[in-house]
């Protein structure tokens, strides 16, 4: 089967799958920990898509397809909980492959290793910068932490359990001023890494939508249902006259921002936000493509 | 005089008879436009005329009561205030000078004195003779620009006697070339709103008096020699005479400037010639210059002008300074209150083909307050590229604890600016980070957005987003929500040693305003 057919039946069966998925899971309503990129915590965790963008791929698989050359990604956290992300993606026809790894750990030495495939398809191209792309990621996800027994002689015991998951995502840009999206994480229900931990991600919705203005300003709303009645995200990008790009929003009262240096093949970023207690997240992230991609019109 | 302002107040009194806001606007409004019609007075080929604007402002407040969204406003929490405002200012009818502002509507509901009224809102009135030699003006509630000596101001412009709810007069005489004498003063009602009598001043109920006397003998090429003589009668920061000298030298483009003040506490009828201390130079050596100034006295010194020139690298520019102010001088007037001596120098330097600039300031500061001394630099590195992007860095060392450095980015172009300072402070040990991201864009040619985003010591935030309508420059329609109001908030992370965290006020705010007429608010 050629490369063509494979992406003409992927874009057929994902758009069905993503929209009757989409339908059933909307909304998520469950607590756990929340997946950010560095951009999305600059952002006020709106977990946008702004032109350029490559880490949201983490966040929605349907931004895979968004890319035009192969490229790295990797990002990395050393606050309460210490992250470290890495992704490639490469584009194929209409498609979009990702392969992605995750680890995080937090004080309790608790870890999540994780590692996915994601698969993404621009399935409508109306004008320039007019599109529709779905995408869906499987994920295996692994849980380790010390268990104790309560025997004083027995001591502690390092344990081990795994499960797959799933997350669908779907981006629908109607006019280039604007797009929609919506993603649903870990769809897959299972008993297994039923663990209270602030490292495991549950299920979870979003929906959002991000505003184009000047072509340097991206303005992005979200609502995330983890935890009932649903929290509000607003950030906003900034290109500015170098290649910088400033970053800034607010979620719940509490304020983050960053920067971005785009230099040549190699984009880094810092994002840092605000924990309750004075505490400050911070973050940084590199994206390295050999053959830099285009940001315009792509999400 | 009293007397009359009493028959006059009485007259005016009768206003707060109990008619509908409908009414009395009515009646100000035929009464305003009778009164410019008068303009007609003029003969045609008079160049003297009255401009005048009419804006009607309404402002509804909503304060929000939780900690996040949703939109949890409750009417109980609503304050609405909606004004009509009326100004006329006379136009080449020189020597004369005349500005009236008026204002009438509802005022804010937290006040006790929740009605519908007419005021006097703001004015002056004022003559110029012999080609503005000699000035003379009545204020009421208006800023005035007082402060002849440089470095320390007896009476500052943000002063609640020159800007607040403030009734003065100020005379003087200036020839322009080597002799400025002027006289102020000044009342203040701190207590009743602007609005209590009618707009008009209380006499009967001053919050608090302020009396200035500025003299200054100038000569251009060489220098200038300034005295000061103020009284200030209030409840809240007590009666006292402050005394100020000024001089100044000018020599090869060279320019030394020295203030000393000397503040005492009693009215100025009870002033003697014992009151004044001045300086005693026995103590001089004793444990620095600080030494023979009392504790009641300021002094500061400052030379400005020395600069080296170089063709390719550019100008440096150094302005060395000192300054004390002991430990019983309190000058809220002119904003000096701390105690503390401190000798500084600033230096400059500029490029002089690349658009960037590198300033230190390097101290020795002790304050008597905390009893502690320390050195500092404080430094700023600023770029500004042709993109319209500016990029600002700046350290502050302080002895005793840990550096505080700041970045902040600025990008301007025609349709947005955006400034984000990020600023890393010791706080107790531990590093504190403030944010600051204020901008605004053009969304088209009617709408504008704008926001501001601010982070405290890692601790607080505060945010406020914005739309505003502007189809034409009469008409204004905004909305905004957030946590606090930007534009009544001062938030100083580049300069302060600390940044200041703003009241937090969460709100959702509609404003309308529109504006008729040739005189800008």
Same mark, same amino acid.
């Given at each position: 089967?050629?490369?063509?057919?494979?992406?003409?039946?992927?874009?057929?069966?994902?758009?069905?799958?993503?929209?009757?998925?989409?339908?059933?899971?909307?909304?998520?309503?469950?607590?756990?920990?929340?997946?950010?990129?560095?951009?999305?915590?600059?952002?006020?965790? +709106? $977990?946008?898509?702004?032109?350029?963008?490559?880490?949201?791929?983490?966040?929605?698989?349907?931004?895979?397809?968004?890319?035009?050359?192969?490229?790295?990604?990797?990002?990395?956290?050393?606050?309460?909980?210490?992250?470290?992300?890495?992704?490639?993606?490469?584009?194929?026809?209409?498609?979009?492959?990702?392969?992605?790894?995750?680890?995080?750990?937090?004080?309790?030495?608790?870890?999540?290793?994780?590692?996915?495939?994601?698969?993404?398809?621009?399935?409508?191209?109306?004008?320039?910068? %007019?599109?529709?792309?779905?995408?869906?990621?499987?994920?295996?996800?692994?849980?380790?932490?010390?268990?104790?027994?309560?025997?004083?002689?027995?001591?502690?015991?390092?344990?081990?359990?795994?499960?797959?998951?799933?997350?669908?995502?779907?981006?629908?840009?109607?006019?280039?001023?604007?797009?929609?999206?919506?993603?649903?994480?870990?769809?897959?229900?299972?008993?297994?890494?039923?663990?209270?931990?602030?490292?495991?991600?549950?299920?979870?919705?979003?929906?959002?939508?991000?505003?184009?203005?000047?072509?340097?300003?991206?303005?992005?709303?979200?609502?995330?249902?983890?935890?009932?009645?649903?929290?509000?995200?607003?950030?906003?990008?900034?290109?500015?006259?170098?290649?910088?790009?400033?970053?800034?929003?607010?979620?719940?009262?509490?304020?983050?921002?960053?920067?971005?240096?785009?230099?040549?093949?190699?984009?880094?970023?810092?994002?840092?936000?605000?924990?309750?207690?004075?505490?400050?997240?911070?973050?940084?992230?590199?994206?390295?493509?050999?053959?830099?991609?285009?940001?315009?019109?792509?999400? | 005089?009293?007397?009359?302002?009493?028959?006059?107040?009485?007259?005016?009194? %009768?206003?707060?008879?109990?008619?509908?806001?409908?009414?009395?606007?009515?009646?100000?409004?035929?009464?305003?436009?009778?009164?410019?019609?008068?303009?007609?007075?003029?003969?045609?080929?008079?160049?003297?005329?009255?401009?005048?604007?009419?804006?009607?402002?309404?402002?509804?407040?909503?304060?929000?009561?939780?900690?996040?969204?949703?939109?949890?406003?409750?009417?109980?929490?609503?304050?609405?205030?909606?004004?009509?405002?009326?100004?006329?200012?006379?136009?080449?009818?020189?020597?004369?000078?005349?500005?009236?502002?008026?204002?009438?509507?509802?005022?804010?509901?937290?006040?006790?004195?929740?009605?519908?009224?007419?005021?006097?809102?703001?004015?002056?009135?004022?003559?110029?003779?012999?080609?503005?030699?000699?000035?003379?003006?009545?204020? !009421?509630?208006?800023?005035?620009?007082?402060?002849?000596?440089?470095?320390?101001?007896?009476?500052?412009?943000?002063?609640?006697? !020159?800007?607040?709810?403030?009734?003065?007069?100020?005379?003087?005489?200036?020839?322009?070339?080597?002799?400025?004498?002027?006289?102020?003063?000044?009342?203040?009602?701190?207590?009743?709103?602007?609005?209590?009598?009618?707009?008009?001043?209380?006499?009967?109920?001053?919050?608090?008096?302020?009396?200035?006397?500025?003299?200054?003998?100038?000569?251009?090429?060489?220098?200038?020699?300034?005295?000061?003589?103020?009284?200030?009668?209030?409840?809240?920061?007590?009666?006292?005479? +402050?005394?100020?000298?000024?001089?100044?030298?000018?020599?090869?483009?060279?320019?030394?400037?020295?203030?000393?003040?000397?503040?005492?506490?009693?009215?100025?009828?009870?002033?003697?010639?014992?009151?004044?201390?001045?300086?005693?130079?026995?103590?001089?050596?004793?444990?620095?210059?600080?030494?023979?100034?009392?504790?009641?006295?300021?002094?500061?010194?400052?030379?400005?002008?020395?600069?080296?020139?170089?063709?390719?690298?550019?100008?440096?520019?150094?302005?060395?300074?000192?300054?004390?102010?002991?430990?019983?001088?309190?000058?809220?007037?002119?904003?000096?209150?701390?105690?503390?001596?401190?000798?500084?120098?600033?230096?400059?330097?500029?490029?002089?083909?690349?658009?960037?600039?590198?300033?230190?300031?390097?101290?020795?500061?002790?304050?008597?307050?905390?009893?502690?001394?320390?050195?500092?630099?404080?430094?700023?590195?600023?770029?500004?590229?042709?993109?319209? $992007?500016?990029?600002?860095?700046?350290?502050?060392?302080?002895?005793?604890?840990?550096?505080?450095?700041?970045?902040?980015?600025?990008?301007?172009?025609?349709?947005?600016?955006?400034?984000?300072?990020?600023?890393?402070?010791?706080?107790?040990?531990?590093?504190?980070?403030?944010?600051?991201?204020?901008?605004?864009?053009?969304?088209?040619?009617?709408?504008?957005?704008?926001?501001?985003?601010?982070?405290?010591?890692?601790?607080?935030?505060?945010?406020?987003?914005?739309?505003?309508?502007?189809?034409?420059?009469?008409?204004?329609?905004?909305?905004?929500?957030?946590?606090?109001?930007?534009?009544?908030?001062?938030?100083?992370?580049?300069?302060?040693?600390?940044?200041?965290?703003?009241?937090?006020?969460?709100?959702?705010?509609?404003?309308?305003?529109?504006?008729?007429?040739?005189?800008?608010?």
């Amino acid at each position: 089967m050629k490369l063509e057919q494979i992406s003409h039946f992927c874009g057929r069966y994902l758009l069905v799958t993503v929209v009757v998925i989409c339908v059933l899971v909307w909304p998520g309503s469950t607590s756990g920990y929340t997946l950010q990129t560095t951009m999305s915590e600059a952002m006020g965790g +709106t $977990f946008t898509t702004v032109p350029g963008e490559v880490s949201v791929i983490f966040l929605n698989p349907a931004a895979i397809s968004n890319i035009d050359k192969s490229l790295f990604y990797l990002d990395y956290t050393n606050s309460k909980i210490r992250e470290v992300k890495a992704a490639v993606a490469v584009p194929l026809e209409n498609l979009g492959v990702g392969l992605l790894w995750y680890s995080r750990s937090n004080e309790e030495n608790e870890v999540v290793d994780g590692i996915a495939a994601g698969l993404s398809k621009k399935i409508f191209r109306g004008t320039p910068d %007019t599109y529709i792309e779905v995408g869906v990621n499987f994920r295996i996800e692994r849980f380790a932490f010390d268990f104790y027994s309560g025997c004083s002689s027995c001591g502690q015991t390092r344990l081990y359990d795994s499960d797959i998951k799933g997350d669908i995502g779907i981006i629908i840009r109607p006019l280039p001023l604007i797009s929609f999206r919506y993603v649903a994480e870990g769809l897959r229900e299972s008993d297994k890494l039923d663990y209270d931990s602030d490292i495991l991600g549950e299920k979870s919705g979003r929906f959002g939508a991000t505003l184009f203005l000047k072509e340097n300003l991206a303005i992005s709303w979200e609502r995330g249902y983890r935890n009932n009645p649903g929290i509000n995200h607003y950030g906003f990008c900034l290109k500015t006259g170098v290649p910088l790009e400033l970053m800034a929003g607010f979620s719940e009262e509490a304020i983050s921002g960053g920067v971005r240096l785009k230099w040549g093949f190699m984009w880094a970023s810092f994002a840092f936000s605000q924990d309750g207690g004075g505490d400050i997240h911070q973050r940084i992230s590199f994206e390295i493509a050999p053959g830099r991609f285009s940001d315009v019109g792509t999400e | 005089m009293k007397k009359w302002f009493k028959i006059i107040w009485s007259i005016i009194h %009768t206003y707060e008879i109990p008619v509908s806001s409908v009414v009395i606007t009515r009646f100000f409004l035929i009464l305003f436009f009778s009164f410019f019609s008068a303009r007609s007075v003029f003969p045609s080929d008079s160049i003297s005329y009255y401009k005048w604007s009419a804006i009607y402002r309404n402002n509804l407040e909503l304060y929000r009561n939780s900690q996040s969204f949703s939109w949890n406003a409750t009417l109980e929490n609503s304050h609405l205030s909606d004004e009509i405002v009326l100004m006329a200012k006379g136009m080449n009818i020189k020597p004369f000078a005349i500005f009236l502002k008026c204002s009438t509507g509802r005022k804010d509901a937290e006040s006790l004195d929740y009605k519908n009224m007419f005021y006097l809102k703001q004015g002056h009135v004022g003559i110029d003779l012999f080609r503005e030699k000699f000035y003379l003006k009545a204020y !009421l509630r208006e800023r005035i620009y007082r402060s002849s000596m440089v470095l320390l101001p007896i009476v500052s412009n943000d002063s609640p006697y !020159l800007t607040g709810n403030a009734v003065g007069v100020i005379a003087g005489i200036d020839n322009g070339r080597w002799v400025d004498i002027s006289y102020t003063e000044a009342r203040i009602s701190e207590i009743k709103p602007e609005y209590y009598n009618g707009g008009l001043p209380d006499f009967n109920d001053p919050g608090g008096s302020f009396r200035l006397l500025n003299a200054n003998l100038k000569w251009k090429k060489i220098g200038h020699f300034g005295l000061s003589v103020s009284e200030t009668q209030s409840i809240q920061i007590g009666n006292g005479v +402050t005394f100020g000298f000024s001089s100044g030298l000018n020599f090869y483009g060279i320019r030394a400037l020295a203030e000393y003040s000397e503040k005492i506490d009693v009215s100025f009828l009870e002033l003697n010639v014992k009151s004044l201390n001045g300086l005693d130079l026995k103590g001089f050596g004793k444990d620095g210059i600080s030494d023979i100034f009392p504790d009641n006295s300021a002094f500061s010194m400052e030379v400005q002008g020395v600069r080296l020139k170089n063709p390719v690298l550019g100008s440096i520019l150094f302005i060395p300074g000192y300054r004390y102010y002991g430990i019983n001088y309190s000058n809220p007037e002119g904003e000096i209150g701390s105690s503390l001596v401190e000798s500084y120098i600033l230096s400059q330097w500029r490029h002089p083909h690349l658009a960037m600039a590198f300033k230190v300031k390097a101290g020795d500061i002790y304050s008597y307050d905390s009893n502690e001394g320390y050195k500092y630099i404080r430094n700023t590195l600023r770029m500004r590229l042709k993109t319209g $992007f500016t990029l600002d860095g700046g350290l502050i060392v302080r002895e005793g604890v840990r550096s505080s450095y700041l970045v902040t980015m600025e990008d301007d172009n025609q349709f947005s600016r955006l400034i984000s300072t990020f600023r890393v402070d010791d706080c107790r040990g531990e590093e504190k980070i403030s944010f600051l991201s204020d901008g605004w864009i053009n969304i088209s040619d009617l709408w504008m957005l704008r926001s501001s985003l601010y982070l405290y010591r890692s601790t607080d935030s505060r945010y406020s987003v914005s739309l505003e309508y502007r189809p034409s420059r009469r008409f204004l329609f905004m909305v905004s929500f957030g946590s606090f109001n930007p534009y009544s908030s001062a938030i100083a992370l580049n300069q302060d040693w600390e940044p200041i965290l703003s009241e937090k006020n969460r709100r959702i705010c509609f404003f309308t305003r529109i504006w008729f007429g040739g005189i800008r608010d």
